[in-house]
């Protein structure tokens, strides 16, 4: 008897997301088969491939996100750099990657919120806190690697 695919897939967070990491998604699509499905609040430009889809919400505030965490099924990546979002499909059983390539898990996706709140506590009170160092060609590598254990670890067939 043969088990039938699990269909997972990818969502990615699209609208602040770096082009070079969307591309490197494109190609793992094309190599592996894994749907993406890219959520943003505007109209983007996507491969006709198949395998990868665009899903365009309303505007708003969080409008994507919300639209991401209501889809994430548990054993699906998440890519985002928003920290709520990141949390909160890990908490729905989901794997999430940065486009700097760090993994939000269960281990550290509290953290990462206290963390973010804390600063946006300190943005609020007037502190100068500084914004994070421009995405480079080393986060693209990073990316691409933690992408790649993502895909190997992934079901490929149901039990």
């Known amino acids: 008897m043969v088990c039938p695919e699990v269909h997972v897939r990818i969502w990615v967070d699209a609208d602040a997301c770096p082009r070079a990491v969307k591309d490197i998604l494109y190609r793992a699509s094309a190599r592996t ?7 943003a609040n505007q109209a983007l430009h996507i491969p006709t491939q198949t395998g990868v889809r665009l899903v365009t919400v309303g505007q708003g505030f969080d409008v994507a996100d919300e639209h991401i965490s209501a889809q994430v099924q548990p054993g699906e ?14 908490e729905r059983g989901a794997t999430c990657i940065d486009p700097r390539g760090e993994v939000i898990d269960a281990e550290n996706a509290r953290a990462r919120l206290r ?16 914004g994070p160092k421009a995405w480079s060609q080393r986060d693209a590598h990073r990316f691409a690697a933690a992408l790649d254990r993502w895909l190997s670890k992934r079901p490929r067939t149901a039990p």
């Open 33 to 39: 088969g894994v749907e993406v499905v890219l959520v």
């Open 77 to 90: 990546l998440v890519v985002t750099q928003d920290i709520p979002l990141a949390a909160d499909v890990v």
């Open 115 to 130: 963390v973010r709140d804390l600063m946006e506590t300190l943005r609020e009170s007037g502190e100068m806190t500084g």
